[in-house]
């Protein structure tokens, strides 16, 4: 199915994991604050420690826009994270990420598993690369992205992964077990999207 690269991508031009930034917005996003309202917030507490309050806009847009997906489940996701441990906490955020931008599903499922076979396997330098060659024949437009976004893109994945513990660091690449936990277990079924479990587990 050919696919629409803004879908396909979704926020990851903007951001990446966005951990700690989301934590601290967590009690906020259940307030349906408007746009003049976030950026009065930012103006007083700069909640994010950011520069600017154009980059604390920025983050937020992106984190409000992942949990867009949630609809009605929006507030118990939120209460299930303010409640969670690291582990679940990443777990979770890469399901917001995932379902945002199915590309990271696609570069897990189609680069990660052909490489958990072998232990302590690393991805090549050019895993990306390849991917995105073999991407361009189901999102051909893809290719309206310049090189050096493709690869900025690239490398925001390989963070959110590294973040979530599929790899030892962001320079070697190798990959490492994760058990998906029980939390995530069970969003999947809420979200009714148990087809994504054979995306998460990653055992070498």
């Keep these: 199915m050919i696919q629409n690269r803004k879908n396909y991508v979704g926020s990851l031009t903007s951001g ?12 906020y996003l259940r307030l349906d604050l408007l746009e003049k309202e976030w950026e009065i917030l930012f103006e007083k507490e700069n909640l994010l420690q950011k520069k600017t309050v154009n980059t604390s806009m920025r983050y ?29 906490f990443n777990q979770l955020i890469l399901l917001l ?11 897990m ?46 490398a925001t994945v390989i963070n959110i992964l590294t973040e979530v513990g599929y790899f030892n660091n962001t320079k070697e690449k190798k990959l490492q077990t994760v058990y998906i936990t029980d939390l995530l277990k069970k969003w999947l079924r809420i979200l009714n999207k148990e087809g994504l479990r054979e995306v998460f587990e990653c055992t070498m």
């Excluded at 490489?115 to 189901?138: G, P, Q, V």
């Design 60 to 88: 937020m847009r992106t984190i409000k826009k992942r949990f867009a997906v949630l609809g009605d489940h929006r507030n118990e996701f939120i209460e299930d994270l303010i409640n969670s441990d690291r582990e679940e």
């Design 16 to 27: 990446a994991l966005l951990g700690v930034e989301t934590r601290l917005l967590l009690p």
């Design 109 to 154: 499922l189609n680069i990660i598993k052909q490489h958990t076979r072998f232990i302590d396997e690393a991805l090549s330098d050019n895993a990306w690369s390849e991917f995105i060659e073999d991407r361009l024949s189901f999102v051909p437009d893809l290719a309206e992205y310049s090189e050096s976004t493709l690869k900025k893109i690239g």
């Design 97 to 107: 990420i995932i379902l945002n931008s199915p590309i990271v599903a696609d570069f």
